[in-house]
């Protein structure tokens, strides 16, 4: 993304930190379950709860005879302190037309009711589904022989400033702390391993909501932000920014560790310096292949330089979030 100048980066760190909630609203994140009456005993359903302010709150629905055909439907209620309400009508289509829908969570539990707008003999089906944290596969796995590990919680000596230093936190973590950071070492083909939480910002919107990157080669940016909920886009988490929308949703919420496994294949210059070849990238987020052997016809706005090159530092960008990362090592192609 596009790089803005110091004095407006430090304006912006302090109104977002200022803006940022630390804790968890005991609401927003994955409900899974089903529904509990006999009627749709067989359907689907689960939901994504994201949170838009200190009491509001949007739901996006899946509803379906199967997970495969599953409708994916949105709706808004409003609550605090653990509680929220939601009430609206819904089209389900051909599962049966116009119902009306009414949800409460509490104690990070959903209970609810879908009940189709017929004058007799309409659908009544209760549903209950429970606040889920997803752990990624490949979350914590360690550098596999071969691979170089550049963040392990202690090694911040593998990084420089660029302009300032990152803060470590004491769990094993760094966090964006007034400067993008990159790697002394440069680095090429290989598998690029990084965990990354985003922050709780509620009240924040679109690119302002735990935005951050990570730079492959210094060049191409892999797009970190609380997106959850969100369908996928290029600008969104696990895009590749401007070029590439991944081809899955797998964002997790806001404060839950997130894994991306980057396999990446660098450009090719002849002896003259013509590239030949453009950089190619095949990705998993949280274990769910989200890039399948994409073709990169250019580097990405904001890397360390407008020149493509075979080699380059691993990035991570600051742009005013506090991000943390964790767990980074890469491994050469064989």
């Known amino acids: 993304m596009k790089r803005i100048s110091f004095v407006t980066l430090i304006a912006l760190c302090v109104a977002m930190y200022a803006g940022a909630v630390e804790d968890d609203d005991m609401i927003m994140g994955n409900y899974h379950g089903?529904?509990?009456?006999?009627?749709?005993?067989n359907h689907y359903i689960r939901a994504q709860v994201v949170a838009l302010s200190d009491t509001a709150h949007r739901m996006v629905l899946f509803i379906g005879e199967s997970e495969e055909?599953?409708?994916?439907?949105?709706?808004?209620?409003?609550?605090?302190e653990g509680v929220s309400e939601f009430e609206d009508t819904l089209d389900l289509?051909?599962?049966?037309?116009?119902?009306?829908?009414?949800?409460?969570?509490?104690?990070?539990?959903?209970?609810?009711?879908?009940?189709?707008?017929?004058?007799?003999g309409g659908v009544e089906a209760p549903f209950e589904l429970k606040r889920v944290f997803i752990v990624p596969p490949n979350l914590g796995k360690a550098p596999p022989e071969g691979a170089v590990s550049l963040y392990d919680g202690t090694n911040i000596a593998q990084?420089?400033?660029?302009?300032?230093?990152?803060?470590?936190r004491g769990d094993g973590s760094m966090e964006v702390c007034g400067s993008n950071l990159k790697t002394i070492e440069e680095f090429g083909n290989g598998r690029y391993h990084v965990e990354f939480q985003t922050?709780?910002?509620?009240?924040?919107?679109?690119?302002?909501?735990?935005?951050?990157?990570?730079?492959?080669?210094?060049?191409?940016?892999?797009?970190?932000?609380?997106?959850?909920?969100?369908?996928?886009e290029d600008g969104f988490c696990g895009g590749v920014y401007s070029l590439a929308a991944p081809i899955a949703d797998a964002t997790l919420p806001?404060?839950?560790?997130?894994?991306?496994?980057?396999?990446?294949t660098a450009p090719v210059f002849d002896e003259n310096g013509a590239k030949i070849e453009n950089a190619r990238i095949h990705a998993y987020h949280n274990g769910i292949l989200i890039h399948d052997d994409v073709e990169l016809e250019s580097h990405t706005p904001g890397g360390v330089s407008n020149e493509e090159a075979p080699v380059g530092p691993l990035l991570l960008q600051d742009h005013g979030d506090r991000v943390r990362f964790r767990n980074i090592w890469f491994k050469p192609a064989e």
């Open 159 to 168: 990084w420089e400033r660029w302009p300032l230093q990152w803060c470590q």
């Open 34 to 41: 089903a529904f509990t009456g006999d009627a749709w005993a």
């Open 199 to 232: 922050p709780f910002m509620p009240n924040a919107r679109g690119q302002s909501r735990g935005n951050s990157g990570v730079y492959v080669l210094g060049r191409y940016e892999v797009q970190v932000l609380d997106s959850f909920g969100v369908e996928p």
């Open 69 to 80: 055909e599953a409708l994916r439907l949105e709706t808004r209620g409003r609550g605090e």
């Open 93 to 120: 289509g051909a599962l049966g037309g116009l119902f009306d829908f009414t949800a409460r969570i509490e104690n990070e539990t959903m209970t609810g009711m879908l009940r189709e707008q017929r004058r007799r």
């Open 254 to 264: 806001p404060l839950q560790w997130q894994t991306f496994e980057i396999d990446f």
